[in-house]
């Protein structure tokens, strides 16, 4: 049997910072079905490493490889596909905000010829269920709730039909209570996608998460559970776990 082709696999890959430096190496291999969560005291660098991950940030050193590719040699012509199969979402991904949440939704899918538009409503709406969405989908973005704009987001990224979404903490603007609500839709996603996420919501990764980095000032460190983490004796992931205990 042939072994799953990673969707993204980087070996010692290091992100461009903005200093001009090279950010600490990154050894990382998507797997089907795993649910990928990054952890760290600098959330925009958390941030960079999606997005150099996600193959929109430069690289200074080591190597990226999506679907066995390398993105160096990655004809210009193929990136609107991999765009589609790999999707970021940032923390300021904004709705276009003259149209109503649901024409959010099915307008990227329609420019992208991915099926006719009574199919792409009826996409819409059930993901809306499955996403427990209850606001007013045909109300402008700015009469939304943090939530419901959040859940409009990863929707219109679902939309397209990715293998890999990657998302930056997309809990930071919402009350805990609120939280299970993304975590039940990310669960049952990630059964059939790679789900890679930056994130202080401590909950999720415990109960969640096959893979755990934790991005240091000086070393990226991984764990293949939460259990393995909570026991590591390093000095920054101590500090880090400190926060949530005191």
Sequence with gaps: MQPELAAIHAHQLQ???????????????????????????????????????AGVHAISAGTLELYGQNVATIPELEWPLLRQKISY?????????????FNNLIMPSQYHNKDEKPALIKKAQQLLMDIDFQGNS???????????????????????????????????????????????????????????TATSNVSFVRKHAQQIYFVGKTEVHFFSSWYEFCASTHSEVKEYLALFHE
């Design 15 to 53: 992100p461009e910072l903005s200093s001009g430096e090279a950010g600490c190496p990154i050894n990382l291999r998507t797997k089907k079905g795993h649910i990928v969560c990054l952890l760290g005291m600098n959330t925009q660098l958390l941030d960079i490493y999606l997005r150099t991950l």
């Design 89 to 101: 979402i940032s923390k300021a991904t904004p709705l276009l905000s003259v149209a109503s949440g």
């Design 138 to 196: 045909e109300a402008l973005p700015a009469y939304l709730s943090p939530l419901e704009r959040v859940q409009l987001s990863i929707i219109r990224a679902v939309m397209l039909d990715p293998e890999v979404l990657i998302l930056d903490d997309p809990w930071y603007a919402l009350d805990p209570f609120e939280y299970s609500i993304l975590n039940q839709f990310f669960v049952t996603w990630a059964k059939a996608g790679t789900l890679i």
